[in-house]
């Protein structure tokens, strides 16, 4: 009796996975071939950009409304072919696509972020730069607050100047002012020097920092939050206009 009651408990299982098992192949085939409900859009907005809106996002899906999406069926939709052509948007850094259960399909957009903006003598000929040292176009949606960036003289800074080896020094440096708040709000312009020192000019004080070349960028930021701790309180803002932070062990301000 107790073994036929195990046997009849183990049959029972069995068919409650096998009848479990074919609800969900029903399932997956009917959301399979489901048609597209809703497009939805998500843009991730952790930096408070705003330089691609989800009208854009869906215009780029749908080639300007040529291509409707909605009511196609899986087998005409093509996935990899919609990232590409978000991912192909100078300020979409990343993209999926996907389908929900309920056969909406979702397009998950992160955007490019500029770190500074190349600034030339004709501001129509400005670009931003992102993080990787690749040009950004401006937008007409939204101006990021970031540092501007020039040769003294209005003398214009290409893009390529930031992806060689040399170059790839002064993108630290830019990408350390914006990952640090303090710095990012102080530092108000930044010059590349024809030597390739760097100087800058700050949000306050009128003092004009010179960085030298961009090395020990940690170090030299220090040594300058030195200077604004011990300098200022105790002789004001206005007693020096030069600081040179670009001396091991040194600060020198006149």
Known sequence: MELKRKVNN??????????????AVFAGVKQANRPVGQVIVTIGNEFNNYFISEREVTNLLTR???QRLEGTTPQELNLP???ARLKA?????DAQIYRDLAGNLHADVRQNRPIARLVHADTRQDFYLDADGHK???SSLFTARVVPVSRPGGQPL???FFQDSTGLRYLELLRYIDEHSFWRAQVAEVFIGANGKVSFTQQIGDQQVEFGFPENISEKFAKLMVFYRQIPPALGW??????NVEFKDQIICE
Do not use: I, Q
Request: aromatic letters at 8%.
């Open 158 to 160: 290409a893009a390529a």
């Open 136 to 138: 950004l176009p401006l």
């Open 238 to 243: 206005d007693t020096y206009h030069r600081v």
């Open 64 to 66: 300007n409304g040529e």
């Open 81 to 83: 072919a919609l990232e």
């Open 89 to 93: 948007h100078s300020f979409v850094k």
């Open 10 to 23: 183990v049959l029972f299982a069995t068919g409650c996975l096998v009848l479990l098992g074919g609800l």
